[in-house]
């Protein structure tokens, strides 16, 4: 093992210890913050997928977030026996949805691709707002049963906070596990020659829609594991998680923190609910102080908040080599 | 059938509205390659500039000059001191940065002026309603009528005729030939931009006594406004008229025919617009 792999295993397993302790020092409060944020954390590095390594921007993304949140909510108000199972339904009501959507919009590019994902993601908002009889219109889906979720002989009663917090940490770490596992593939590498040159990769041989529309329904389905737990965690579902301004956050977090870094959404998620926490306790009108935080990390943070700085070590490390040399 | 006459006329006359704001996004996207997330927002920024002028000096018509100016003056801030240093990279990150711009005007607004409706009465002139064989129509929306098709003209006029306009039409088509032949592309740029969102504000302006004035009325009138430039084809000044229409009427019909659909009406239209003309009705590439 070289060094810099047995500081990364070091850092992961420091990563682990942390998630593993963190619920049992700090408050209710900040457990479901935490919880909150690697929900969000899901969503951002399933949005990234797309954008940070295939370079489609979609603006509909919370459509497979809220389609997967409905459902979820769905069977478990009609007194659905599995979480797990209500989980997997959303998911793979999400990733339907992806298939969908994505076989189409995979065809444009660029401002186009986020336009046509943003229309599609709004005609699911309008679904949902106008299905009264299904999703409850304007007021959602309330009041949902959890029930108690059972592994072997095990029960564990999951709404307490500090229990759905565990089961969030474990989706969250098999999504960054599956997906680094993906982005690090052959398959990852073609996503990124994609971004990279669509017409080069064309010519190599590779079916630019095929893999494109794979990146897009793997995106669409994590995008529904985040819905899914986020509704369980909310208790409800509201047409509010699928307006596009719900899309622009998994977009704000990702640059925030930097696309181009597996961690990138993380980290993006983690300053985007640390803003608003400490700007909510003094007022409500917080997103005013996002945007003037985003402005500038736009404008002087080009690779995000981790991507620049990791750009930065990257430097000062080969200038220091060359000064040995 | 007099029905049938009134959704027409309200249709022409929310389009003549969208076409106002549309073309300022069409032309900062033809010249500036930047597709402005924030422009519903200085649309909105304009209806209450109307309202707070409106309030302190109860003139209608001074507001309506006024307004749109100091919304141009807040859009030529934002180019030339956020947009300019982002021209180089990707569209998304100027995507971004505008999506910035719309938060901190969004939450602005509800800063100063509460998170409650305004409304603006039309001036004395155009208040009532006048019989139309059978309904009656509100006096002010046919203002609003005859006034689009003036504005078309003018701007028309503008784009044909004078040297900045074809200056602006030369730069929206090759950027780096127009600079090379001498135009100062970076002052051409901050122009646009305010002539973009004077526009913008405008429409603010003169929507101000139609619509109930609230923080969320530039979300709703931004995505209507990219739909209208995409299905008409991003940077065609025929094609943001064109388009405008269309979602117009598709609007006031929808609303009569369809009640249960409408809302998602427009965004239907774009996808099978995106889908079998990818670059808009009226665009020139193929």
Known sequence: ?325 | MSLFFMNFLNGISLGMLLFLISIGLTIIFGVLGVLNFAHGSLYMLGAYFCFQIVSLSHNFWGALILAPVVVALVGGVIESMLLRPVYGRDVSFQLLLTFGVLLVLDDAVRLIWGSGYHIVDPPPLLNGVVHLGGFTYPVYSLFILFLGPFIGLGLWAFFRFTLWGKKIRASSMDREMAAGIGINVNHLFTGVFMFGTWLAGVGGALAAPLRAIGPSMGEKIIIESFIVVVIGGLGSFPGAFLGAMILGLINAYGAQYLPKATMALPYILLAIILLTKPRGLLSKET
């Open chain 1, 1 to 325: 093992m070289n060094g810099s792999a047995r500081k990364k295993a070091l850092l992961a397993f420091a990563a682990l210890v942390l998630l593993g302790v963190l619920p049992f020092v700090v408050g209710t409060y900040s457990i479901m913050l935490i919880t909150e944020i690697m929900i969000m954390g899901i969503f951002a590095l399933s949005f990234n997928l797309l954008f940070g390594y295939t370079g489609l921007l979609s603006f509909g993304h919370a459509a497979f977030f809220g389609v997967s949140g409905y459902v979820t909510a769905f069977l478990l108000i009609h007194d659905f026996p599995s979480l797990l199972l209500a989980l997997l339904l959303g998911t793979l009501a999400a990733a339907l949805a992806a298939i969908v959507v994505g076989y189409f919009s995979v065809r444009l590019d660029e401002i186009y691709f986020a336009i046509l994902t943003l229309g599609f993601g709004m005609m699911f908002y309008t679904l949902v707002h106008q299905w009264r009889s299904v999703t409850g219109g304007s007021d959602g889906l309330t009041g949902l049963v959890l029930p108690s979720l059972g592994i072997g002989k095990l029960s564990i009663d999951v709404s307490s906070p500090k229990s759905f917090y565990f089961i969030v940490a474990v989706f969250f770490i098999i999504t960054i596990l599956v997906l680094l596992r993906i982005v690090r593939s052959s398959f990852g590498l073609i996503l990124m020659s994609i971004r990279e040159n669509k017409e080069r990769a064309a010519f190599t041989g590779i079916n630019i829609r095929a893999y494109r529309l794979a990146s897009f329904v793997i995106s669409g389905f994590f995008a529904g594991v985040a819905g899914g737990l986020f509704a369980v965690f909310d208790r409800m579902a509201s047409p509010s998680m699928l307006h596009w301004t719900a899309s622009a956050e998994p977009v704000l977090m990702t640059v925030l923190g930097g696309a181009h870094v597996f961690f990138g959404p993380v980290i993006g998620a983690i300053l985007f609910f640390f803003i608003e926490h400490v700007i909510t306790k003094f007022t409500d009108i917080w997103m005013i102080f996002l945007g003037a935080i985003l402005i500038p990390l736009v404008i002087f943070f080009p690779d995000g908040v981790l991507g620049t700085l990791m750009t930065r070590r990257k430097k000062m490390r080969e200038a220091r080599r060359e000064g040995e040399e």
